[in-house]
């Protein structure tokens, strides 16, 4: 596995910005529609702690749309997304100042079919190494048994002493050609 370079030729121009050029980076076209989305924004009023007093971690994929796939409004929950949707210290990190700051009861776990965290390993580690001349500290996360891997995380979550609402911890696995989630229990 080759590791793309960053800048590479892998993120095409895109037309239309306002920047006044013929092409513009993403970014540029991503700041044109915050432009257009702030001057039709109207505060909601709202805090930061979620009116469902619930946390849902998951994958990082874009197909992946999780306000609509769980019928979530702005506000209901705090999301928490990363490669594989694993539970990492960084993830222990976010559940714990979301419960204990911000009052959150509940976790979703979200795993998803198709992953790209099945198709690497740790070896993804060495490879950088290699390229930059220094290891990373954290570990790729990378999976094979998907099941198995929500019922890890779901373990993260339940014995971490940093989380005090550990009772209600569900985690589930999302079909990318169904929309449907499929529950995993613990064995």
């Given at each position: ?18 920047t ?11 700041v044109?529609?915050n ?14 702690a ?5 946390a ?20 209901d ?23 204990r ?33 220094q ?7 990378a ?6 891997d ?14 005090a609402h ?7 696995v ?9 529950e995993?229990?613990?064995?």
């Amino acid at each position: 596995m080759s590791i793309p370079a960053s800048g590479s030729e892998e993120s095409p121009a895109v037309e239309g910005a306002s920047t006044g050029t013929a092409t513009a980076s993403v970014t540029d076209r991503l700041v044109a529609a915050n432009a257009s989305y702030a001057a039709e924004f109207t505060d909601p009023g709202m805090g930061a702690a979620p009116v469902l007093r619930v946390a849902v971690v998951a994958c990082m994929d874009a197909r992946l749309d999780l306000h609509k796939a769980l019928g979530l409004q702005l506000g209901d929950c705090h999301t928490i997304r990363n490669a594989g949707g694993v539970v990492t210290d960084d993830t222990i990190r976010s559940l714990a100042i979301s419960q204990r700051a911000l009052g959150t009861r509940s976790v979703v776990l979200i795993h998803h079919t198709n992953c790209g965290m099945q198709t690497i390993t740790e070896d993804f580690r060495t490879e950088l190494e290699r390229e930059v001349g220094q290891r990373p500290t954290w570990a790729v996360e990378a999976f094979t048994d998907i099941d198995q891997d929500v019922r890890q995380s779901m373990a993260r979550v339940r014995t971490s002493p940093f989380l005090a609402h550990t009772d209600d911890v569900r985690g589930f696995v999302f079909d990318v050609h169904t929309g449907l989630l499929r529950e995993i229990t613990s064995k």
